[in-house]
């Protein structure tokens, strides 16, 4: 597992999210009560961006259809989603934010979102 400092603190104020990368995987950083959260930033329903979300008591909101994602299991508290976010972990040290990235949790959160677009493709003409 290898840390990417990926923001400075004071950049995820509370009740913030916002967008940024660890390494090569986009993720959704929010901090709610004090803590700092990282998921995918993919939405597990269709794909939507969860950075455009919004914070809430209960986990992060996203904005397109209303499912809320737990900030710690990423399961989804509320549908249409069905299927969990990926989260990662987080360190907060020195003022800067850390993101975990492993191998194994960017590969599941690169396939949702391949999955997830799949979903979103016209159907062909053939068909
Ligand atoms: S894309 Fe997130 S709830 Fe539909």
């Known amino acids: 597992m290898e840390f990417h400092k990926i923001a400075r603190s004071g950049q995820i104020p509370e009740g913030v999210v916002?967008?940024?990368?660890?390494?090569?995987?986009?993720v959704a950083v929010s901090r709610s009560d004090g803590e700092?959260?990282?998921?995918?930033?993919?939405?597990?329903h269709l794909d939507c961006l969860l950075s455009s979300g919004r914070?809430?008591?209960?986990?992060?909101?996203?904005?397109?259809?209303?499912?809320v994602f737990d900030y710690d299991s990423g399961e989804p508290l509320h549908p249409p989603a069905t299927r969990p976010i990926t989260v990662f972990p987080v360190k907060e040290e020195d003022g800067h934010?850390?993101?975990?990235?492993?191998?194994?949790l960017a590969e599941a959160a690169m396939r949702r979102r391949a999955s997830g677009s799949r979903r979103l493709s016209p159907p062909s003409a053939t068909s």
């Open 36 to 44: 700092v959260h990282a998921m995918s930033n993919y939405c597990t």
């Open 18 to 26: 916002r967008r940024f990368f660890a390494g090569e995987v986009e």
């Open 97 to 104: 934010v850390y993101v975990g990235i492993s191998e194994e």
């Open 55 to 67: 914070v809430t008591d209960e986990g992060l909101l996203c904005s397109c259809h209303g499912s």
